[in-house]
């Protein structure tokens, strides 16, 4: 058998790695047919955040998690999409939607893919990033002066449009920055409570979202590896893609579900926003676009980003409709995902 | 010449240690006291004084014979050997020097070509940084080089 | 040769080129490029050496480094440490070994101050080993006792290396802190019995205080202590209140540190870009290190050496106390050649299954692997704490002769590492006290 070198710099617990990367390694690697072994590297100890995408590209490893938004000089059109974090529904249908939309219906995407040497095979969705803090916050006047925690670019624009001061901190530290008050509010996933183990730390969080990260590929394939398969073992590999996809975004739904038990017992308080701060989001959310489409067609060189966005609208409706009632049922899912895009996807041209 | 080229390069190093000291301390002020933040200032520490900090001071760390080895058992060699090892340890050293800065100068040249950057609230250039590690290295790798030239010349004056 | 064949073959060269006298950094990035050249190929080797010195540069944790030194180098030049020695001399000089021991103690309060070992170590080493050479200790156990206070610095809170396991096993980072604590104390002890015995064995290397103290220069010597009191307290002040976080710290320290000697009329241009000047280089001796050991552990992942070793320990742990001491001789021979950064991403994510399937508590655990990791720090041939002394005693002590007496201590680690595997209670009794 084949030994696959995979990379992930996430931890065993991970969602990426508990939801994607491990059933899908269990599937394809116990798989007789396929041929393939594979040795799975965690934590970063063979490619950190930041050199998966080199790793990749180089053959350090044949498959890696890669973080689009890290590198929106190598990829304008993820950098896109992570600018438009608050536009994402649910994380089901946002993961199946950017997918279908980057590997069916976005040749500027995929040439992209090729310049940076990696085959693209799906992105997760992350659930809905909530605002955690130490106290009630509801309105737009509880956010004023904050500093907050946040992921990133458009967080950045929304923390400064609702009076706040956006830090950036690293994960390490996002621990020790709510429990000593260096930041006042952290923008993160329910499900984080328990990576980062708020439940002692924070004592609140306000149930609304402030967009999702989706703007990564799960997994990044080498093309030279990619090349070297059979048509049948790509086959294989596509025919469990959907792991990476939906696999990873229902982790991070259970992952949730379960920190907000634990949360709750811990005493944590879950709150509503109020209509005003709702309210600010939704126009923020309008106004941002402005801002997301001249960054788009300026800064990133994206050709036609209001085409890309309303293909993206249409496909967010469309899994919306097929997910609606079978979001307890990831096998349903996957299999909705594998007929809708990986059985459209031609084994002997896709990547080459 | 190359003595003032290192000594120049580990000055900027110490330069950027300076600038990390009253960016940070800055950046505590305005976070505390003004209720600001300096945009990008984990980035600037990260990718442009580490790298100043790590990379452009080797050169002159290798002229000062600073760079750490163990030399106990290398001593307990007799003259002949322990001058076969030294000259061996040293094309190393130049070698792997070398060539870090040879691929690290084309790593750099493909960020300058697309103009790397990381998007936060204001967008940073990234690929400035990147040229810190070919600079640094291949001045440790001239360093290198004038030793083993030197070191040659001494054994051809011993042998005369 | 089979990858893992392969690896072994590269800790064997990596060995035989530190002992060759080929520079640390090297001897870890040679095998490491000719290593994954071996296994996968040209270009993934190119690739790797072309990414991952600016990405482990790169990394903001890494950056209170440099800042502590500063900071220690700011307080030796500009003399601000002077009254602090003074006054545990004045304090300590019916101590056999009281200087040293003091050392330990300064170097516990720092690392309430600074996440990292390294930081800890190298400040210290700045600013003890001269004043303990002054008092004719041999150079090399001055050294040692600067090399082994640093690594209280992962043990007492706050600490990187806990974070990281933390973040790994989904357990309370702030448990883990609480946990450290006593076990962290419990080592200083042990330093401090250590150079107590020591200083009545071999009076040679640690000779005993012959001035005549009285009590009025014990408490005329308190009151030059200030300047470090004040810059103490300003850091630890600032990290409890959120001011700042343990990774700004160290910019903190140092720049309170320049006011203090500002303010104390002993700063000159001179001793400023001197301190300067010698940060730089002492960042770049070090961490060039860590570069060259962050490339051994890549070239270790792809071989499966740790893989295989933590395999081993699995497979033979018939109960939870054969497993615990199968990983202690796991991490202390890893602990031999990769930093704890390495040695934990390479195996916590095999063992922490293990360690959950037999019901170790993993708060106790973190702890254990911070004191196996802390040891690694010290032993040979690769240790980075051994290293950061060698590079600020230059030529007064080699490697070698720092090592010899670095061994006691490392027996005193090892008995705290039995305690605290026979008493797990002296780790968990704290953080169950506090909930
Ligand atoms: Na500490
Ligand atoms: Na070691």
């Known amino acids: 058998d084949q030994t696959v070198t995979t990379s992930v710099w996430l931890g065993p617990q991970h969602p990426v790695v508990s939801g994607g990367y491990q059933p899908f390694v269990d599937t394809v690697g116990g798989n007789p047919q396929a041929g393939l072994d594979f040795n799975l590297l965690l934590g970063g100890s063979l490619l950190g955040p930041k050199a998966t995408l080199s790793g990749v590209r180089d053959g350090v490893a044949d498959i890696g998690f890669v973080v689009m938004s890290y590198h929106p000089a190598e990829f304008p059109h993820g950098a896109l999409f992570g600018d438009l974090a608050m536009r994402a529904r649910g994380p089901y249908t946002t993961a199946a939607a950017v997918t279908e939309l980057t590997m069916l219906h976005c040749a500027p995407c995929q040439d992209e893919f090729k310049r940076n040497g990696v085959v693209y095979t799906g992105s997760y969705s992350t659930t809905p990033y909530y605002i955690i803090a130490k106290k009630e916050l509801t309105t737009p006047e509880d956010l004023k002066g904050l500093r907050m925690r946040t992921p990133g670019g458009a967080w950045d624009r929304w923390a400064t449009a609702v009076g706040g001061v956006p830090v950036n901190v690293p994960a390490s530290e996002v621990y020790e920055a709510i429990s000593r008050n260096i930041v006042d509010v952290g923008l993160l996933p329910i499900g984080d409570f328990k990576s980062y183990n708020l439940f002692d730390v924070a004592t609140?969080?306000?149930?609304?979202?402030?967009?999702?990260?989706?703007?990564?590929?799960?997994?990044?394939?080498?093309?030279?590896?990619w090349g070297g398969l059979s048509p049948e073992q790509?086959?294989?590999?596509?025919?469990?893609?959907?792991?990476?996809?939906?696999?990873?975004?229902?982790?991070?739904?259970?992952?949730?579900?379960?920190?907000?038990?634990?949360?709750?017992?811990?005493?944590?308080?879950?709150?509503?926003?109020?209509?005003?701060?709702?309210?600010?989001?939704?126009?923020?959310?309008?106004?941002?676009?402005e801002t997301v489409l001249q960054l788009a067609r300026d800064r990133y060189k994206v050709e036609d980003p209001e085409a890309l966005i309303k293909t993206f609208n249409e496909l967010l409706d469309k899994y919306d409709g097929l997910f609606e009632g079978k979001r307890d049922d990831l096998p349903a899912m996957l299999a909705i995902v594998k007929q809708e895009i990986y059985d459209k996807v031609d084994v002997d041209s896709y990547g080459f | 010449m190359v003595q003032r080229l290192d000594t120049l390069l580990a000055a900027i190093g110490a330069a950027a240690a300076a600038l990390m000291m009253l960016h940070v301390v800055a950046e505590i002020f305005c976070r505390n006291v003004l209720g600001i933040t300096l945009p990008a200032t984990l980035e600037i520490v990260s990718l442009y004084y580490m790298p100043a900090l790590i990379f452009l001071p080797l050169a002159s760390v290798e002229r000062l014979a600073g760079h750490i080895d163990v030399s106990f058992v290398q001593e307990a060699f007799p003259a002949p050997v322990r001058r076969v090892t030294e000259v061996a340890a040293l094309t190393a050293c130049g070698l792997v020097y070398g060539a870090m800065g040879w691929v690290g100068l084309q790593e750099a040249l493909a960020k300058f070509r697309i103009r790397e950057f990381l998007m936060g609230e204001v967008a940073v250039p990234l690929w400035p940084g990147r040229f810190l590690v070919p600079i640094g290295c291949f001045a440790i790798a001239l360093v290198i080089a004038v030793k083993l030239a030197t070191l040659f010349r001494s054994r051809k004056n011993d042998a005369r | 040769m089979s990858p893992l064949e392969i690896g072994y073959a590269g800790v064997l060269a990596l060995v035989l080129l530190i002992f060759l006298r080929v520079p640390v950094a090297i001897a870890l990035i040679l095998p490491s490029i000719v290593g994954v050249w071996a296994i996968i190929g040209s270009r993934a080797s190119w690739g790797l050496l072309r990414s991952t010195p600016y990405e482990i540069g790169g990394n903001w944790s890494l950056s209170s480094i440099p800042m502590?030194?500063?900071?220690?180098?700011?307080?030796?030049?500009?003399?601000?440490?002077?009254?602090?020695?003074?006054?545990?001399?004045?304090?300590?000089?019916?101590?056999?070994?009281?200087?040293?021991?003091?050392?330990?103690?300064?170097?516990?309060?720092?690392?309430?101050?600074?996440?990292?070992?390294?930081?800890?170590?190298?400040?210290?080493?700045?600013?003890?080993?001269?004043?303990m050479i002054k008092e004719r200790y041999n150079p090399g156990f001055a050294a040692s006792i600067c090399a082994v206070g640093g690594t209280l610095g992962s043990m007492i809170p706050p600490s990187i290396v806990m974070i990281i396991y933390g973040t790994f096993a989904e357990v309370p980072i702030g448990q883990l802190f609480i946990a450290g604590i006593v076990p962290g104390?419990?080592?200083?002890?042990?330093?401090?019995?250590?150079i107590i015995l020591i200083s009545w064995l071999r009076p040679d290397i640690c000779p005993p205080s012959n001035s005549t103290v009285t009590w009025g220069d014990r408490f005329r010597a308190l009151g030059d202590t200030w300047p470090v009191v004040l810059l103490i307290a300003g850091v630890l002040g600032g990290i409890f209140t959120g001011t700042f976080s343990a990774t700004e710290a160290g910019a903190v320290g140092a720049f309170f540190a320049i006011v203090i000697a500002l303010v104390r009329g002993n700063l000159t241009g001179a001793i400023l870009s001197t301190a300067m000047i010698e940060t730089a280089r002492m960042t770049?001796?070090?961490?060039?290190?860590?570069?060259?050991?962050?490339?051994?552990?890549?070239?270790?992942?792809?071989?499966?050496?740790?893989?295989?070793?933590?395999?081993?320990?699995?497979?033979?742990?018939?109960s939870p106390l054969v497993l615990v001491i199968g990983v202690a001789l796991v991490?202390?021979?890893?602990?031999?050649?990769?930093?704890?950064?390495?040695?934990?991403?390479?195996?916590?994510?095999?063992?922490?299954?293990?360690?959950?399937?037999?019901?170790?508590?993993?708060?106790?655990?973190?702890?254990?692997?911070?004191?196996?990791?802390?040891?690694?720090?010290?032993?040979?041939?690769?240790?980075?704490?051994?290293?950061?002394?060698?590079?600020?005693?230059?030529?007064?002590?080699?490697?070698?002769?720092?090592?010899?007496?670095?061994?006691?201590?490392?027996?005193?680690?090892?008995?705290t590492m039995a305690l605290l595997i026979a008493f797990p209670s002296i780790v968990v009794f704290l953080p169950s006290l506090l909930g």
């Open chain 3, 185 to 194: 104390l419990l080592s200083a002890a042990m330093f401090s019995l250590v």
């Open chain 1, 234 to 289: 790509r086959r294989v590999i596509l025919d469990n893609a959907a792991l990476a996809v939906v696999g990873v975004a229902d982790a991070y739904v259970k992952a949730d579900v379960e920190a907000e038990a634990t949360a709750r017992e811990a005493g944590v308080q879950f709150v509503e926003p109020s209509e005003a701060l709702v309210a600010q989001m939704n126009s923020f959310r309008e106004k941002d676009l």
């Open chain 3, 284 to 318: 770049a001796t070090i961490l060039i290190i860590a570069i060259g050991a962050a490339l051994f552990t890549r070239f270790l992942a792809l071989s499966g050496v740790a893989t295989h070793f933590s395999e081993l320990a699995i497979l033979y742990a018939t």
């Open chain 1, 204 to 225: 609140h969080a306000t149930m609304m979202s402030v967009g999702t990260f989706y703007s990564n590929i799960t997994m990044a394939l080498n093309p030279d590896f």
């Open chain 3, 68 to 131: 502590f030194l500063l900071m220690g180098y700011v307080c030796y030049h500009a003399r601000l440490t002077d009254g602090l020695f003074r006054a545990s001399r004045a304090w300590l000089s019916a101590l056999p070994g009281g200087l040293g021991i003091s050392t330990i103690a300064g170097a516990a309060v720092f690392s309430a101050v600074s996440g990292s070992t390294t930081a800890c170590a190298a400040a210290m080493g700045r600013i003890a080993v001269p004043e």
């Open chain 3, 331 to 415: 991490y202390l021979l890893l602990g031999m050649f990769l930093d704890p950064l390495g040695i934990m991403l390479l195996t916590l994510p095999l063992l922490l299954p293990a360690f959950n399937a037999v019901g170790i508590d993993l708060i106790w655990m973190g702890i254990l692997v911070v004191k196996f990791l802390e040891i690694g720090l010290i032993t040979p041939p690769v240790g980075l704490n051994l290293f950061v002394m060698q590079a600020i005693v230059g030529r007064e002590a080699s490697i070698d002769r720092i090592a010899k007496v670095l061994v006691w201590f490392i027996l005193a680690d090892l008995c």
